[in-house]
Protein backbone atom coordinates (compact mmCIF):
# COMPACT_ATOMS: atom_id res chain seq x y z
CA UNK A 1 0.00 0.00 0.00
CA UNK A 2 1.64 3.36 -1.06
CA UNK A 3 1.83 5.68 1.72
CA UNK A 4 0.24 9.28 1.27
CA UNK A 5 1.03 12.61 2.36
CA UNK A 6 -0.24 16.46 1.59
CA UNK A 7 3.33 17.48 1.39
CA UNK A 8 6.69 15.83 0.55
CA UNK A 9 9.70 17.75 0.43
CA UNK A 10 12.57 17.29 -1.28
CA UNK A 11 15.83 18.44 0.52
CA UNK A 12 16.63 19.23 4.27
CA UNK A 13 18.57 22.93 3.55
CA UNK A 14 17.77 25.51 5.52
CA UNK A 15 14.58 26.03 2.65
CA UNK A 16 13.53 22.67 3.13
CA UNK A 17 13.65 22.33 6.91
CA UNK A 18 11.54 25.85 7.40
CA UNK A 19 9.20 24.31 4.41
CA UNK A 20 7.99 20.90 6.52
CA UNK A 21 7.83 23.22 9.75
CA UNK A 22 5.50 25.67 8.23
CA UNK A 23 3.72 23.07 6.46
CA UNK A 24 3.50 21.11 9.43
CA UNK A 25 2.15 24.12 11.19
CA UNK A 26 -0.88 24.63 8.50
CA UNK A 27 -1.60 20.56 9.69
CA UNK A 28 -0.61 19.31 7.05
CA UNK A 29 0.84 16.17 6.68
CA UNK A 30 4.22 15.97 5.91
CA UNK A 31 7.48 13.81 4.52
CA UNK A 32 10.89 15.12 4.34
CA UNK A 33 13.20 13.42 2.22
CA UNK A 34 16.98 13.68 2.51
CA UNK A 35 19.48 11.73 0.88
CA UNK A 36 22.20 12.08 3.32
CA UNK A 37 22.28 10.24 5.99
CA UNK A 38 22.09 13.05 8.23
CA UNK A 39 20.21 16.68 7.68
CA UNK A 40 21.63 19.79 7.19
CA UNK A 41 24.46 18.73 5.80
CA UNK A 42 25.27 22.17 3.64
CA UNK A 43 23.62 24.35 6.13
CA UNK A 44 26.72 22.76 8.61
CA UNK A 45 29.14 24.88 6.13
CA UNK A 46 27.53 27.83 6.00
CA UNK A 47 29.27 31.25 6.53
CA UNK A 48 32.31 29.07 7.45
CA UNK A 49 30.21 27.34 9.92
CA UNK A 50 29.11 30.14 12.01
CA UNK A 51 26.13 30.07 9.75
CA UNK A 52 25.08 33.74 8.63
CA UNK A 53 21.80 34.10 8.85
CA UNK A 54 20.41 37.03 7.54
CA UNK A 55 21.32 40.51 8.03
CA UNK A 56 20.28 44.13 9.36
CA UNK A 57 19.29 45.69 5.88
CA UNK A 58 15.63 47.07 5.65
CA UNK A 59 13.43 44.38 3.19
CA UNK A 60 13.49 46.91 0.09
CA UNK A 61 17.30 47.16 0.43
CA UNK A 62 17.89 43.24 0.77
CA UNK A 63 15.74 43.00 -2.28
CA UNK A 64 17.44 45.71 -4.16
CA UNK A 65 20.86 43.81 -3.68
CA UNK A 66 19.86 41.01 -5.62
CA UNK A 67 19.66 42.97 -8.60
CA UNK A 68 16.27 43.00 -11.07
CA UNK A 69 14.90 39.89 -9.61
CA UNK A 70 14.46 40.60 -6.85
CA UNK A 71 11.20 42.01 -6.97
CA UNK A 72 10.54 38.21 -7.07
CA UNK A 73 10.87 37.56 -3.51
CA UNK A 74 8.50 40.77 -2.08
CA UNK A 75 5.62 38.21 -0.89
CA UNK A 76 8.46 35.97 0.66
CA UNK A 77 10.52 38.42 2.32
CA UNK A 78 6.82 40.20 3.69
CA UNK A 79 6.29 37.11 4.74
CA UNK A 80 8.87 36.09 6.74
CA UNK A 81 11.21 39.23 6.93
CA UNK A 82 15.00 39.32 9.24
CA UNK A 83 12.90 40.16 12.53
CA UNK A 84 10.54 37.44 11.61
CA UNK A 85 13.43 34.62 11.31
CA UNK A 86 15.03 35.94 14.08
CA UNK A 87 11.93 35.38 16.37
CA UNK A 88 10.97 32.38 15.25
CA UNK A 89 14.55 30.95 15.83
CA UNK A 90 14.13 32.55 19.04
CA UNK A 91 11.00 30.54 19.32
CA UNK A 92 12.86 27.54 18.87
CA UNK A 93 15.50 28.08 21.50
CA UNK A 94 18.04 30.15 19.09
CA UNK A 95 19.38 33.41 20.28
CA UNK A 96 20.78 35.74 17.57
CA UNK A 97 23.39 38.32 17.92
CA UNK A 98 25.14 41.11 15.28
CA UNK A 99 28.33 42.43 16.65
CA UNK A 100 29.25 44.35 13.33
CA UNK A 101 25.40 45.61 13.19
CA UNK A 102 25.01 43.99 9.87
CA UNK A 103 25.50 40.38 9.79
CA UNK A 104 23.37 38.26 11.80
CA UNK A 105 24.44 34.98 13.80
CA UNK A 106 23.41 32.61 16.29
CA UNK A 107 24.88 33.39 19.33
CA UNK A 108 27.51 30.59 19.33
CA UNK A 109 28.72 31.14 16.03
CA UNK A 110 28.03 27.91 15.13
CA UNK A 111 26.10 26.17 12.93
CA UNK A 112 25.18 22.74 14.67
CA UNK A 113 22.95 25.14 17.14
CA UNK A 114 20.77 26.14 13.94
CA UNK A 115 20.83 22.26 12.54
CA UNK A 116 19.88 20.67 16.13
CA UNK A 117 17.30 23.71 16.74
CA UNK A 118 15.51 23.16 13.68
CA UNK A 119 15.89 19.07 13.88
CA UNK A 120 14.03 19.38 17.94
CA UNK A 121 11.23 21.85 15.65
CA UNK A 122 10.81 18.78 13.07
CA UNK A 123 10.38 16.32 15.85
CA UNK A 124 7.89 18.27 17.83
CA UNK A 125 5.78 18.76 15.20
CA UNK A 126 6.07 15.07 14.46
CA UNK A 127 7.51 15.62 10.65
CA UNK A 128 8.44 11.96 9.46
CA UNK A 129 11.96 12.24 7.83
CA UNK A 130 13.59 9.69 5.98
CA UNK A 131 17.28 10.24 5.18
CA UNK A 132 19.40 7.82 3.14
CA UNK A 133 16.44 8.22 0.92
CA UNK A 134 17.10 9.52 -2.60
CA UNK A 135 14.10 10.76 -5.16
CA UNK A 136 14.59 9.08 -8.46
CA UNK A 137 11.66 11.43 -10.29
CA UNK A 138 8.55 13.15 -9.55
CA UNK A 139 5.70 11.34 -11.05
CA UNK A 140 2.81 13.72 -12.29
CA UNK A 141 -0.45 13.11 -14.29
CA UNK A 142 0.47 15.55 -17.29
CA UNK A 143 -1.36 18.18 -15.15
CA UNK A 144 -0.55 17.86 -11.84
CA UNK A 145 1.69 16.21 -9.19
CA UNK A 146 0.85 12.83 -8.42
CA UNK A 147 4.38 11.79 -5.58
CA UNK A 148 7.80 10.85 -5.67
CA UNK A 149 9.85 8.05 -7.01
CA UNK A 150 12.60 7.16 -4.71
CA UNK A 151 15.12 3.90 -5.13
CA UNK A 152 12.76 1.78 -2.84
CA UNK A 153 9.14 2.94 -3.16
CA UNK A 154 6.75 5.56 -4.51
CA UNK A 155 5.24 7.79 -2.36
CA UNK A 156 1.81 9.56 -3.13
CA UNK A 157 1.07 13.35 -2.63
CA UNK A 158 -0.72 16.21 -4.67
CA UNK A 159 2.24 18.47 -3.46
CA UNK A 160 6.01 18.37 -3.83
CA UNK A 161 8.58 21.23 -2.83
CA UNK A 162 12.06 21.13 -4.51
CA UNK A 163 14.46 22.33 -1.72
CA UNK A 164 17.50 20.39 -3.47
CA UNK A 165 19.71 23.39 -3.47
CA UNK A 166 22.41 23.96 -6.49
CA UNK A 167 25.41 22.38 -7.53
CA UNK A 168 28.15 24.25 -4.85
CA UNK A 169 29.76 21.44 -2.10
CA UNK A 170 29.00 18.45 -4.40
CA UNK A 171 30.92 16.53 -1.27
CA UNK A 172 27.63 17.92 0.77
CA UNK A 173 25.16 15.97 -1.68
CA UNK A 174 24.66 18.84 -4.56
CA UNK A 175 24.57 16.90 -7.77
CA UNK A 176 22.09 19.12 -9.70
CA UNK A 177 18.83 16.64 -9.09
CA UNK A 178 16.61 19.61 -8.38
CA UNK A 179 17.29 21.00 -11.91
CA UNK A 180 16.92 18.05 -13.51
CA UNK A 181 13.50 17.33 -11.92
CA UNK A 182 12.09 20.47 -13.20
CA UNK A 183 13.37 20.34 -16.67
CA UNK A 184 11.87 16.62 -16.72
CA UNK A 185 8.14 18.34 -16.07
CA UNK A 186 8.71 21.13 -18.88
CA UNK A 187 10.89 23.49 -16.71
CA UNK A 188 13.94 25.91 -18.07
CA UNK A 189 16.72 26.22 -16.35
CA UNK A 190 19.31 28.41 -17.26
CA UNK A 191 23.06 28.47 -17.28
CA UNK A 192 24.40 27.26 -14.10
CA UNK A 193 27.84 28.71 -12.67
CA UNK A 194 29.94 28.42 -9.49
CA UNK A 195 29.31 31.41 -7.40
CA UNK A 196 30.51 33.00 -3.93
CA UNK A 197 34.20 31.01 -4.22
CA UNK A 198 37.87 32.36 -4.55
CA UNK A 199 39.65 32.74 -8.19
CA UNK A 200 42.87 31.93 -9.06
CA UNK A 201 44.68 34.48 -10.80
CA UNK A 202 48.37 34.18 -13.09
CA UNK A 203 50.35 36.88 -11.21
CA UNK A 204 52.53 34.90 -8.52
CA UNK A 205 53.49 37.94 -6.94
CA UNK A 206 50.34 37.82 -4.70
CA UNK A 207 51.77 34.38 -2.84
CA UNK A 208 54.15 36.95 -1.27
CA UNK A 209 51.25 39.08 0.15
CA UNK A 210 48.95 35.97 2.10
CA UNK A 211 49.16 37.98 5.19
CA UNK A 212 47.60 41.14 4.11
CA UNK A 213 44.50 42.35 3.53
CA UNK A 214 43.07 45.07 1.52
CA UNK A 215 39.66 46.98 3.34
CA UNK A 216 37.25 48.44 0.25
CA UNK A 217 39.10 47.40 -2.57
CA UNK A 218 37.31 48.41 -5.80
CA UNK A 219 36.96 45.90 -8.68
CA UNK A 220 36.46 46.35 -11.95
CA UNK A 221 36.44 44.08 -15.01
CA UNK A 222 39.09 45.19 -18.09
CA UNK A 223 36.82 44.37 -21.02
CA UNK A 224 34.75 46.22 -23.45
CA UNK A 225 31.68 43.99 -23.31
CA UNK A 226 31.94 43.89 -18.80
CA UNK A 227 32.80 47.51 -18.64
CA UNK A 228 30.37 49.03 -15.93
CA UNK A 229 30.77 45.20 -13.96
CA UNK A 230 31.90 46.55 -10.25
CA UNK A 231 32.45 45.64 -6.89
CA UNK A 232 33.96 47.08 -3.69
CA UNK A 233 34.64 45.28 -0.67
CA UNK A 234 37.57 43.81 1.33
CA UNK A 235 40.06 41.53 -0.49
CA UNK A 236 42.44 39.36 0.72
CA UNK A 237 45.74 37.44 -1.54
CA UNK A 238 46.18 33.63 -0.83
CA UNK A 239 48.96 31.59 -2.39
CA UNK A 240 47.31 31.17 -5.83
CA UNK A 241 44.83 33.86 -6.34
CA UNK A 242 42.51 36.55 -4.65
CA UNK A 243 39.90 35.63 -2.32
CA UNK A 244 37.62 37.80 0.56
CA UNK A 245 34.14 39.20 0.53
CA UNK A 246 34.25 41.40 -2.48
CA UNK A 247 35.70 37.76 -4.31
CA UNK A 248 33.02 36.16 -3.27
CA UNK A 249 30.66 38.23 -4.12
CA UNK A 250 32.16 39.39 -7.64
CA UNK A 251 32.50 35.54 -8.69
CA UNK A 252 29.34 35.55 -9.65
CA UNK A 253 29.92 37.95 -12.90
CA UNK A 254 33.66 36.18 -13.21
CA UNK A 255 32.48 32.57 -13.64
CA UNK A 256 30.23 32.87 -16.89
CA UNK A 257 32.98 35.42 -18.63
CA UNK A 258 35.92 32.75 -18.22
CA UNK A 259 34.05 29.92 -19.48
CA UNK A 260 33.20 32.77 -22.56
CA UNK A 261 37.34 34.04 -22.77
CA UNK A 262 39.08 31.31 -20.48
CA UNK A 263 40.99 34.58 -19.28
CA UNK A 264 39.92 37.38 -17.60
CA UNK A 265 41.56 41.15 -17.19
CA UNK A 266 40.92 43.27 -13.75
CA UNK A 267 41.67 45.88 -12.80
CA UNK A 268 41.62 46.53 -8.70
CA UNK A 269 41.78 49.95 -6.89
CA UNK A 270 43.57 48.77 -3.58
CA UNK A 271 43.53 52.56 -2.24
CA UNK A 272 40.33 53.34 -1.58
CA UNK A 273 39.67 54.83 -4.84
CA UNK A 274 41.94 57.01 -4.97
CA UNK A 275 42.67 58.40 -8.43
CA UNK A 276 46.56 58.69 -10.08
CA UNK A 277 46.37 62.88 -9.34
CA UNK A 278 45.59 62.11 -6.06
CA UNK A 279 48.26 59.46 -5.74
CA UNK A 280 51.09 61.46 -6.33
CA UNK A 281 50.01 64.22 -3.88
CA UNK A 282 50.24 62.13 -1.04
CA UNK A 283 53.19 60.23 -2.33
CA UNK A 284 54.64 63.98 -2.75
CA UNK A 285 53.33 64.74 1.04
CA UNK A 286 54.87 61.85 2.53
CA UNK A 287 58.06 62.16 0.58
CA UNK A 288 58.61 65.70 2.35
CA UNK A 289 57.52 64.48 5.64
CA UNK A 290 60.15 61.35 5.61
CA UNK A 291 62.65 62.69 2.99
CA UNK A 292 65.23 59.91 3.80
CA UNK A 293 62.07 56.63 2.95
CA UNK A 294 63.12 54.85 0.32
CA UNK A 295 60.08 53.99 -2.45
CA UNK A 296 58.74 51.12 -0.55
CA UNK A 297 58.66 53.07 2.59
CA UNK A 298 56.96 55.72 0.85
CA UNK A 299 54.10 53.65 -1.18
CA UNK A 300 53.74 51.77 2.13
CA UNK A 301 51.90 54.40 3.69
CA UNK A 302 49.14 53.61 1.02
CA UNK A 303 49.11 49.95 1.12
CA UNK A 304 50.71 46.78 3.15
CA UNK A 305 54.46 47.16 2.76
CA UNK A 306 54.74 43.16 1.09
CA UNK A 307 52.17 44.68 -1.60
CA UNK A 308 54.20 48.00 -2.00
CA UNK A 309 57.43 45.87 -2.53
CA UNK A 310 56.24 43.72 -5.27
CA UNK A 311 54.70 46.93 -7.13
CA UNK A 312 57.81 48.50 -6.92
CA UNK A 313 58.91 45.40 -8.68
CA UNK A 314 57.02 45.09 -11.11
CA UNK A 315 57.81 48.58 -12.30
CA UNK A 316 61.14 48.26 -12.04
CA UNK A 317 61.56 50.26 -9.59
CA UNK A 318 65.02 50.39 -7.46
CA UNK A 319 64.07 49.44 -3.88
CA UNK A 320 66.66 51.39 -2.26
CA UNK A 321 66.25 54.26 -3.32
CA UNK A 322 63.85 57.45 -2.70
CA UNK A 323 60.55 58.13 -5.19
CA UNK A 324 62.59 60.88 -6.65
CA UNK A 325 65.51 59.28 -7.61
CA UNK A 326 63.49 56.60 -9.62
CA UNK A 327 63.17 57.41 -13.58
CA UNK A 328 60.58 59.17 -14.77
CA UNK A 329 58.83 56.50 -16.47
CA UNK A 330 58.89 54.52 -13.26
CA UNK A 331 57.32 57.14 -11.15
CA UNK A 332 54.53 57.63 -14.10
CA UNK A 333 54.24 53.54 -14.20
CA UNK A 334 54.20 52.98 -10.21
CA UNK A 335 51.67 55.39 -10.00
CA UNK A 336 49.59 53.61 -12.28
CA UNK A 337 49.72 50.49 -11.01
CA UNK A 338 48.74 51.58 -7.76
CA UNK A 339 45.98 52.97 -9.38
CA UNK A 340 44.73 50.22 -11.35
CA UNK A 341 46.50 46.96 -10.37
CA UNK A 342 45.79 44.20 -13.04
CA UNK A 343 45.19 40.73 -12.30
CA UNK A 344 44.69 37.93 -14.69
CA UNK A 345 41.64 35.33 -13.88
CA UNK A 346 42.87 32.02 -15.04
CA UNK A 347 40.14 29.85 -13.65
CA UNK A 348 37.76 29.21 -10.48
CA UNK A 349 38.03 26.37 -8.12
CA UNK A 350 34.78 25.67 -9.55
CA UNK A 351 31.84 23.96 -7.68
CA UNK A 352 33.46 22.00 -5.16
CA UNK A 353 33.76 24.99 -3.29
CA UNK A 354 30.88 27.28 -4.56
CA UNK A 355 28.71 28.32 -1.45
CA UNK A 356 26.21 29.62 -4.21
CA UNK A 357 25.31 28.26 -7.60
CA UNK A 358 24.49 31.14 -10.29
CA UNK A 359 21.44 30.30 -12.12
CA UNK A 360 18.55 27.39 -11.71
CA UNK A 361 15.12 27.29 -12.24
CA UNK A 362 13.64 30.52 -13.86
CA UNK A 363 11.48 32.44 -12.35
CA UNK A 364 9.40 33.57 -15.19
CA UNK A 365 7.59 29.92 -14.60
CA UNK A 366 7.59 30.07 -11.24
CA UNK A 367 4.24 32.57 -9.23
CA UNK A 368 6.08 34.30 -6.26
CA UNK A 369 3.34 34.74 -4.46
CA UNK A 370 3.18 31.12 -3.68
CA UNK A 371 6.60 29.23 -4.95
CA UNK A 372 4.22 26.80 -6.73
CA UNK A 373 4.91 26.06 -10.51
CA UNK A 374 3.10 27.95 -13.05
CA UNK A 375 3.47 24.58 -15.23
CA UNK A 376 2.65 21.97 -12.61
CA UNK A 377 0.45 22.08 -10.74
CA UNK A 378 1.05 21.10 -6.86
CA UNK A 379 4.67 21.73 -8.02
CA UNK A 380 7.00 24.12 -5.88
CA UNK A 381 10.36 25.50 -5.75
CA UNK A 382 12.69 27.32 -3.12
CA UNK A 383 15.67 28.31 -2.08
CA UNK A 384 19.10 28.10 -4.33
CA UNK A 385 17.39 25.90 -6.72
CA UNK A 386 15.66 28.70 -8.38
CA UNK A 387 17.37 31.50 -10.38
CA UNK A 388 17.97 33.91 -7.54
CA UNK A 389 21.48 34.66 -5.99
CA UNK A 390 22.80 37.33 -3.93
CA UNK A 391 26.10 38.70 -2.39
CA UNK A 392 27.78 37.22 0.85
CA UNK A 393 26.60 38.25 4.27
CA UNK A 394 23.38 36.36 5.12
CA UNK A 395 21.49 37.10 2.19
CA UNK A 396 20.96 33.62 0.19
CA UNK A 397 20.20 32.19 3.70
CA UNK A 398 17.43 34.49 4.84
CA UNK A 399 16.08 33.86 0.73
CA UNK A 400 16.15 29.91 1.50
CA UNK A 401 13.92 30.70 4.67
CA UNK A 402 11.95 33.13 3.71
CA UNK A 403 10.94 31.11 0.41
CA UNK A 404 10.66 27.46 2.09
CA UNK A 405 8.13 29.61 4.53
CA UNK A 406 6.49 30.71 1.63
CA UNK A 407 6.35 27.49 -0.30
CA UNK A 408 5.32 25.30 3.08
CA UNK A 409 2.04 27.41 3.49
CA UNK A 410 1.00 25.69 0.20
CA UNK A 411 -1.35 28.72 -0.79
Known amino acids: ?194 AMLPIYVKETWVANCTADTIAKAIIRVDLKKAKKLKAVGDLIFTSKGLRGPVILDFSREITPLLEQYEQVPLLINMVKGKNEDEVLQHIKKQTALNPDANVVEIVSTLLPTSVSKELCLIVGAILDKKFKDQSGQVRNDLVKIIVNTPFTVTESIGFKKAMITRGGVTLKEIDPNTMQSKLIKGLYFCGEVMDLDGPCGGYNLQWSFSSGNLAGHLL
Open 1 to 194: MKKTYDVIIIGSGGAGMIAAITARKQGKKVLLLEKLPTLGAKLKATGGGKCNLTNTLSSEDFMKSFGKNGRFMSTAINMLNKDDLREFFLSIGVQTDTKDGFRIFPVTHNSSTIIKALEAELNRLEVEILCDTKVERLLFDGESITGVQTQNEKFNSSNVIVATGGLGFPMLGANGDGYEFAKELGHKVTDLYP
